[in-house]
Nanobody, 126 residues
Framework: EVQLVESGGATVQAGGSLRLSCMAS????????VGWYRQAPGTGCQLVAR??????GYPGSVSGRFTISQDNMKNTISLQMDKLRVEDTAAYYC?????????????????????WGQGTQVTVSS
């Protein structure tokens, strides 16, 4: 059974930093594509960052502020978030599989991506 477990979500002031981590069991991150999605209340599930076919991608407004990384020895992926904004407030999900889609879906943990974590809440206060 594949399990992805996120950690690191918290409440932080605008301008601050957080680091999210995702650990996998039953799956090797080194052998698949990975990414982070987020969903804020009243919005769809959006891709934040991904490593797909070895290439890093940051669609949307996080480019230059967020950094995705992968540690194959620890079988974890991380999302370093700097210069956080109130609009970054959301539930963040790590995901893995052959496809890390860029399209926005009504909710996360959809079937277009093979594996999902349960999510971790990030709240940025003004």
């Amino acid at each position: 059974e594949v399990q992805l477990v996120e950690s690191g979500g918290a409440t932080v002031q605008a301008g601050g930093s957080l680091r999210l981590s995702c650990m996998a069991s039953g799956l090797s991150f080194a052998q698949t594509n990975v990414g982070w999605y987020r969903q804020a209340p009243g919005t769809g599930c959006q891709l934040v960052a991904r490593i797909s076919e070895g290439k890093l991608g940051y669609p949307g407004s996080v480019s230059g502020r967020f950094t995705i990384s992968q540690d194959n020895m620890k079988n974890t992926i991380s999302l370093q978030m700097d210069k956080l904004r109130v609009e970054d407030t959301a539930a963040y999900y790590c995901a893995a599989g052959p496809l890390i889609v860029t399209a926005t879906y009504p909710s996360c943990r959809h079937r277009s991506v093979s594996y999902w974590g349960q999510g971790t809440q990030v709240t940025v206060s003004s």
